[in-house]
């Protein structure tokens, strides 16, 4: 039988550096060590692999006030469009370079599978760095003609786009480096710096994107990473007067709190929050791939996705068909250990998560949930949880309110359009939705009624981007990726000139 730990021992010599070296600060161009340290756990066996530091308030005032002078250091303010597209260009090639090893932080770390984390992760965040580096140069004012009225006078007026200055960015642990250059890449587009803080969970691939920005030439200070407790650092940073926005991702709870605080000090506020995402899936949608993609739009990463579509709502003729289908597939999916050739699925990223999942499972199955899948247990080491299709579960049911987080997928029968619609925003949040049908007027008609940021339509909702990513109702509010991105980072400036 496979080895459920990944067999660390297959690491390349540098990663292997890395996680022998432990994670410092990286505050303005060089790595600090704070007073105190937390263990990093590699997912797949619960054993300690490294440890990276745990900053404190002191260590984020040391972290602001480097971003702060960066702001104004002539090296990044004065370096112009054109400049800030070649340093973003330059880090993508960096990241390119690296990938491999990035690839492998990110699997122990995380418990990614390699897959993924090589091509999604690693992939997708050389794709956002070249896209957000063609924005720079594009970021233009209006002109206006004015009219005041003053007798024989004559006025001129422009607005400008500015930086919006330090920007204080936090993110979850689910897919560490894709997500802190969501951040990163529009506010460097548009001329901010960065503090960010990665969840202490994952810091690795977040600390290692810091050196090579640095070896790539972004000057000192314009980007900075502190590790450490949401509690300790995450505050610290969320109430430092020298941070003019925060841009946050992660749970809805943790972003009522952050909202809550920011606006004691009137900080910016970009909120990227938790989902529980519906499926709808018509009779008439093309099945075999259907079945597929409705997995692949759950079950990715082990359901550890913000846009995860966790409620399946199945047109009731094919509703006992498609529950066996998926079954059968949700079975064959290849559980294993993230480094492990060929493995689809790892492990949840804690014992937490694993225990917090389970729990939600069970009150599930109390409450009349059906289990489709497998239930034998996994493994006897690290965080493995099957990938669990549940029946016979209704809106008013927990499992069906409350973000899982995990490889869990419900399945309720609806009607018509008009049922699935209301079925489907029946929901506190708003983040995206999956439609599976081969009727293009179904397909636009439900489309236009989901109270959601995102509709993916006969596919999983990937991101690309050049399309905005981001909530409505508790999935927060701001967007991710796309232009919207960079104009979150962005201040207008309206000039008024006399002529005479
Ligand atoms: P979390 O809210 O527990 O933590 C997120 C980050 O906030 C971490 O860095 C954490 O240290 C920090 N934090 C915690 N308490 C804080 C506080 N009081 N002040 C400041 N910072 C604090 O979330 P998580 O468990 O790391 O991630 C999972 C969540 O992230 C899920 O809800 C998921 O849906 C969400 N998510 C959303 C998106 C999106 O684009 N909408 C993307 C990925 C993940």
């Known amino acids: 039988m496979a080895s459920w730990s990944n067999d660390l021992t297959r690491l390349s010599a540098q990663t292997r550096g890395i996680l022998d070296r432990g994670g410092g600060l990286f505050i303005d161009g060089e790595v600090r060590q704070a007073r105190s340290s937390l263990p990093v756990i590699d997912p797949s066996s619960n054993q300690a692999i490294s440890s990276i530091a745990a900053a404190s308030a002191a260590d984020i005032d040391a972290a602001v006030g480097a971003a702060r002078a960066a702001l104004d250091n ?14 973003l260009h330059r880090l993508a090639d960096a990241v390119a370079a690296n990938a491999d090893v990035l690839a492998e932080l990110e699997s122990v770390d995380v418990g990614m599978p390699h897959w993924m984390s090589r091509n999604l992760d690693i992939g997708g965040t050389v794709d956002t760095l070249r896209y957000m580096a063609g924005w720079p140069t594009k970021i233009a004012g209006q002109t206006f003609d004015v009219s005041v009225p003053i007798p024989g006078s004559e006025f001129f007026g422009y607005t400008r786009r500015e930086p919006v200055g330090v920007i204080g960015a936090i993110i979850p642990w689910n897919v560490p480096l894709m997500l802190a250059v969501w951040k990163l890449a529009p506010a460097l587009a548009a001329g901010c710096t960065v503090v960010m803080k990665p969840s202490e969970e994952a810091c690795l691939s977040v600390l290692e994107l810091a050196r090579l920005a640095h070896q790539a030439g ?39 709190r952050i909202a809550a605080k920011a606006a004691e000090t009137t900080k910016k506020l970009t909120l990227e929050l938790g989902g529980k995402s519906p499926q709808i899936l018509f009779a008439d949608a093309e099945l075999d791939e259907a079945v597929k993609g409705v997995a692949d739009a759950i079950f ?23 529950v066996e289908r998926l079954a059968a597939h949700a079975d064959a999916l290849p559980l294993g250990a993230p480094l492990a050739e060929g493995t689809i699925l790892g492990p949840l990223v804690s014992a937490r998560q694993h225990a917090r999942v389970r729990a939600l499972l069970d009150t599930a199955i109390g409450a009349g949930a059906q289990v489709a899948t497998r239930q034998d247990p996994v493994a006897d080491v690290g965080n493995y949880l099957r990938p669990t299709i549940l029946s016979s579960v209704t809106n008013a049911m927990e499992i069906a309110r409350e973000e899982v987080f995990g490889p869990v997928l419900t399945v309720t029968p609806f009607d018509d359009l008009d049922e699935a619609a209301t079925l489907a925003n029946d929901t506190d949040y708003g983040l995206s939705a999956c439609i599976w049908t081969s009727n293009l007027s179904t397909a636009h008609r439900l489309a236009r009624r989901l109270t959601t940021g995102k509709v993916a339509v006969n596919t999983p909702p990937l991101p690309y981007p050049a399309l905005p990513e981001g909530g409505r109702k508790a999935s927060g509010y701001g967007r991710d990726l796309g232009e919207d991105a960079v104009a979150g980072f962005l201040e207008t400036k309206s000039l008024l000139i006399r002529l005479r």
Do not use: M
């Not at 002539?74 to 070649?86: F, S």
């Not at 590790?227 to 003019?244: K, N, Q, S, Y």
């Not at 990715?300 to 498609?322: P, T």
């Open 74 to 87: 002539p090296a990044w303010r004065d370096i112009g469009p054109a400049g800030r597209e070649a340093a």
């Open 300 to 322: 990715l990463n082990s359901g550890q996705v913000c846009v995860a579509g966790s409620r399946l709502y199945v047109e009731r003729r094919i509703h006992d068909a498609v």
């Open 218 to 256: 972004i000057p000192a200070g314009v980007f900075n990473v502190v590790t450490g407790t949401g509690r300790e650092a995450g505050e610290a940073l969320v109430a430092h007067p020298g941070v003019d926005k925060v841009t946050f991702t992660g749970s809805t709870a943790t972003g009522r």
